[in-house]
């Protein structure tokens, strides 16, 4: 199955993103409480009043330890000024003592402001360990973002680009092409919009449709996305179903739907199961079927195998086919093509693509005596790319005859392509030779002796590999 590199690296990106950013979602059983209004809420006042939660600010369980001493030295009126941020953030991160520490920068965040919040990250950023490119309090930096997209979504985006501008100059790890994608800063941005849809989906969105560049538009829906977690399903799902269709085949929104589906699994197996098949639409269905079937390999890996089964005749269940094939080859490649024979249509293609691919690597000359037996089908198209493409690396000569044998115009082409750019590298020469009798066009040509440096190829360490 030939896979985009950007998305699966974009997915890892994304989760590490949020690894502290949960912290302040709000729990149906502990909802904070605004001490004017008695209504729950992560807000209180009105829209842009700089405040998190209306009220006395809650620094934990007790108001007169020492993070309640520390928050009183920078308060006035209710308010910390930019200037004092800035100190009470450096006097933070000096503190040694780690529990002391998270209760006194959640105090802060419960101060945060439209006023404050640049000085705020920028303190923040500039204490970091190792100085202010250094790589320490990562995880601090986009929970502050994400509170900071809470009480000013627009403002915090636009200050988080325009350091992102100035950073980008640097260098170092946060510098361009360095943590995050351009700037570095993606983790940062993301958070600030997960903050920002939390509390104002409407005006999250509105910024997200404004944008040009498809990657950052993508990174923009993931955050989005993961703010309205925040408030439950509902909401989330009609944000999906409202995105229109993209290049890449609604894989965005395949992806969006494993998210919201790690949501449900929280709420255990069964009822995630459940959920499954009340997704209808097969372009949501396919991110649901394949994040419950990662879930379920993890302890039942026959279990999964029979539940995924069910829906092998649904191009939507391909994703979710292939990540268990390709676990499940690496181990017993037979049993795939065994378990495969039952089921049809896109799914039995992806099954004995990815179970070709891994008994290629495994012993090839076995793998070629089983693909011999197949009779012509779009399964055995499946497995002779599968095969070809791993054994390509090895032998390309023998691998092109395998991929000549495909019926499938399209997927032939596809693959004599993947063959040959193996076959140029290893003899540039003879390749030559037999492109200049092969009849390829131009293009064709050009992405074998010349391809883009982002191209798919699936190499045994990369997304996908084999």
Do not use: H
């Not at 006194?104 to 950023?125: C, T, V």
């Not at 993606?186 to 919009?193: F, W």
């Amino acid at each position: 199955m030939k896979n985009s590199t950007m998305l699966p690296l974009f997915a890892v990106t994304a989760a590490a993103a949020f690894g502290l950013g949960w912290v302040v979602r709000p729990d149906a059983g502990d909802a904070s409480i605004s001490e004017n209004t008695g209504q729950k809420g992560v807000r209180g006042g009105s829209p842009g009043s700089g405040r998190i939660i209306s009220g006395s600010p809650r620094v934990g369980s007790s108001n007169d330890g020492p993070e309640a001493q520390f928050l009183s030295r920078f308060l006035v009126d209710g308010k910390i000024s930019p200037d004092d941020m800035k100190s009470a953030i450096k006097e933070m991160s000096e503190t040694n003592d780690p529990l002391l520490r998270q209760k006194m920068f959640a105090a802060l965040l419960e101060n945060l402001s439209p006023e404050n919040g640049k000085d705020a990250f920028l303190a923040l950023q500039e204490n970091r360990r190792g100085g202010p490119m250094g790589r320490g309090n990562d995880e601090e930096l986009r929970l502050l973002a994400n509170a900071w997209g809470r009480v000013d979504g627009a403002g915090a985006i636009a200050a988080l680009k325009e350091i992102q501008a100035a950073q980008g100059e640097d260098g170092g790890d946060r510098g361009r092409g360095g943590r995050g994608g351009p700037g570095g800063m993606g983790g940062e941005m993301a958070s600030a919009l997960a903050g920002w849809a939390t509390v104002d989906s409407g005006g999250a969105i509105a910024y997200m449709n404004g944008l040009e560049d498809s990657r950052e538009k993508q990174m923009a829906g993931f955050g989005i996305l993961q703010g309205m977690l925040v408030n439950g399903v509902g909401e989330a799902m009609g944000f999906i179903q409202s995105l229109p269709e993209t290049e890449d085949g609604d894989r965005s929104k395949g992806f969006y739907m494993a998210m919201v589906t790690g949501e449900m699994l929280e709420q255990g197996l069964d009822a995630a199961k459940d959920w499954a098949d009340s997704v209808k639409e097969p372009d949501l269905r396919t991110g649901v079927l394949a994040r419950v079937t990662m879930e379920m390999m993890r302890d039942d890996r026959e279990g999964a195998a029979a539940w995924i089964a069910k829906y092998g005749d649904e191009d939507a269940a391909a994703p979710a086919v292939n990540r268990l094939a390709d676990s499940w080859a690496r181990e017993d490649p037979k049993a795939v093509l065994d378990w495969a024979a039952n089921l049809s249509g896109k799914a039995k293609a992806e099954a004995y693509e990815e179970a070709m691919g891994s008994w290629a690597r495994e012993d090839p000359a076995a793998a070629g005596e089983y693909l011999a037996t197949l009779q012509a089908s779009p399964e055995r198209d499946a497995a002779v790319e599968g095969y070809a493409t791993r054994v390509s690396r090895e032998d390309p000569v023998a691998a092109m005859e395998w991929v000549e044998t495909i019926a499938n115009e399209s997927l032939r082409q596809e693959a004599v392509i993947d063959v040959a750019r193996d076959w140029y590298r290893k003899d540039e020469a003879a390749t030559t030779a037999w492109i200049a009798s092969s009849g390829l066009s131009e293009e064709a040509v050009k992405s074998i002796t010349d391809p883009p440096r982002d191209f798919d190829r699936r190499g045994p360490d990369g997304p996908g590999g084999r």
